[in-house]
Nanobody, 124 residues
Framework: QVQLVESGGGLVQAGDSLRLSCAASLRTFSMYGMGWFRQAPGKEREFVAAITWTGRNTDYVDSVKGRFTISRDNAKNTVYLQMNSLKPEDTAVYYC?????????????????WGQGTQVTVSS
């Protein structure tokens, strides 16, 4: 059974940093594109960042460019989201997802597997 398990969320102040991790129980993890999405209360799920299976290409929503960095370690079956200069509007549940086509899609429908999410709360 495929599992994606996020960790690293928490309560921080504006300007702080957090690093989210997503450990995947995918036998062929290195062939999957990986993405991070987030959902704030009362809002739709939003694309945050994605990385191709090779790790060579990444994509970000404009609101996090220059502050967030997605990366992956295929030897550890893990994808990371380094979040710097956090803002209150970054508050949300963050989900990682796996795309078996290996792309860095920003469309949630392209992702087959999803984690349960980790809460990130940024206070002002």
């Amino acid at each position: 059974q495929v599992q994606l398990v996020e960790s690293g969320g928490g309560l921080v102040q504006a300007g702080d940093s957090l690093r989210l991790s997503c450990a995947a129980s995918l036998r062929t993890f290195s062939m999957y594109g990986m993405g991070w999405f987030r959902q704030a209360p009362g809002k739709e799920r939003e694309f945050v960042a994605a990385i191709t299976w090779t790790g060579r290409n990444t994509d970000y929503v404009d609101s996090v460019k220059g502050r967030f960095t997605i990366s992956r370690d295929n030897a550890k079956n893990t994808v990371y989201l380094q979040m710097n200069s956090l803002k209150p509007e970054d508050t949300a549940v963050y989900y990682c997802a796996a795309d078996e086509k290996g792309s860095s899609s920003n469309y949630y429908g392209d992702y087959r597997y999803w984690g349960q999410g980790t809460q990130v709360t940024v206070s002002s």
